[in-house]
Structures are given as structure tokens and as C-alpha cells.
């Protein structure tokens, strides 16, 4: 009988730090997802500039797609890892960033045709720079996000307190 009620007890205090620790996790569930989808859109862009063999692209396009799988890593660690600091995280968005900013001040350079060689009318351009500021816009978000977490400013602190407490 007493044995029942300890391995109860052992349960219980298992899953109550399992969810402790899912709680720690969740804090980046949107970093994650946006981190992964600058992730794609760099290796497909990446992708597309091999076919056209243009380098300079292909370079950059490779260094941030390089870049992107390190913070995606780093993302993944967090299950296992309650530090809320996240370097290499917010380095990749900062460089996603202003990486995002200069090719789109190169969308109206002559140095877009090795960006950018599937750009054939002004419409696919905009479409383009549109995309480019979607990205400047969730990285400055990230960003920010990252900010609030390392200083225990998101909203689930008081959540995981909470929950410790009870």
C-alpha cells in the first residue's frame, strides 16, 4: 500500500516537473516557428539562385541558410535547457534583419540581377520587396520577444511561478 501512494507521489512530482519544463519551452514557441521559416525561405532562395548559377547570391543565400539551421538547433535545445538567453538566436535575427534591408535597398541596384535573376517585371519586384519587409517586420518582433524573455518580462513567468507554487 505504502508503495502504491510512493510511486503516486513519484508520478506526480515527474509530470509537475515535465510541465514545468514544457512551460520553459513554450516561452519560444513563436521564435521557433519564425526562426524555421526564415530558415526555408533561405534555402529556397538558395535553391532558386543555384539553378541560375548567379554566386554572390548563392553565398549569401548559403551563409544565412547556414546561419538559420544553428539558430534552429539552438531552438531546439531549449527543451533541455532553462537559460533564457538565446545568442545565437538573436544574432541570426539582427543579421536576417539588416540582411533583409539591404537586398531590399538592392531590388532597385543594378546588383539585382545576381540577387534576384528571376525578377523579370516590376510587379514580382514589389512582390519581393514585400516580402522583405514581412521579414524585416518578424525579425524586429523576435527581437523584441527575445528581449522580453530574458529580462522575465513575457507573460509566462508569472504562469511558470504560478505553477511551481502549486
Not at 519544463?21 to 533561405?42: C, Q
Not at 533541455?80 to 534591408?101: D, E, G, Y
Amino acid at each position: 500500500m505504502i508503495n502504491k501512494k510512493e510511486n503516486q507521489v513519484d508520478y506526480q512530482r515527474k509530470n509537475h516537473e515535465d510541465s514545468i519544463k514544457y512551460l520553459y519551452f513554450s516561452r519560444y514557441l513563436m521564435l521557433r516557428y519564425i526562426v524555421v521559416i526564415f530558415l526555408f525561405t533561405n534555402l529556397f532562395w538558395l535553391l532558386i539562385l543555384i539553378q541560375y548559377q548567379t554566386w554572390l547570391g548563392v553565398v549569401i543565400a548559403g551563409i544565412m541558410t547556414l546561419i538559420a539551421t544553428a539558430a534552429a538547433i539552438e531552438q531546439l535545445a531549449k527543451l533541455h535547457n532553462r537559460k533564457s538567453a538565446v545568442p545565437i538566436t538573436q544574432a541570426f535575427l539582427w543579421l536576417q534583419l539588416v540582411v533583409n534591408l539591404l537586398l531590399a535597398g538592392s531590388l532597385f541596384l543594378p546588383i539585382r540581377v545576381d540577387l534576384f535573376p528571376f525578377i523579370n517585371t516590376n510587379n514580382i519586384c514589389y512582390l519581393i520587396l514585400a516580402i522583405l519587409f514581412i521579414g524585416v517586420i518578424l525579425a524586429y518582433w523576435s527581437i523584441k520577444r527575445i528581449h522580453q524573455i530574458t529580462n522575465d518580462r513575457d507573460r509566462y513567468v508569472k504562469v511558470i511561478e504560478t505553477f511551481k507554487n502549486n
